[in-house]
């Protein structure tokens, strides 16, 4: 077994003949690396995130002090 040299160093490189490694990295015709992501025409960058429905509430069973 010969050692592929678009491992990226760690020695654990799994690379498929498309370039894909098992770890997720990818073969860019120089490194491996993470592919970038792509934007989904779904997604709303302007969107609020929404805020929890309630606060978490501290609570003490009578004669357990919570310090």
Not at 42 to 66: C, I, M, R, W, Y
Request: glycine share 8%; hydrophobic share 35%.
């Amino acid at each position: 077994m010969s050692e592929d040299p678009r491992c990226c160093g760690t020695g654990t490189c799994i690379i498929s003949a498309d370039g894909v490694c098992w770890c997720g990295q990818q073969w860019d015709g120089e490194k491996m690396c993470f592919p970038k992501p792509v934007a989904s025409v779904d997604v709303n960058t302007h969107a609020f995130h929404a805020k929890p429905a309630q606060e978490l509430v501290s609570v003490s069973a009578p004669g357990v002090h919570n310090d």
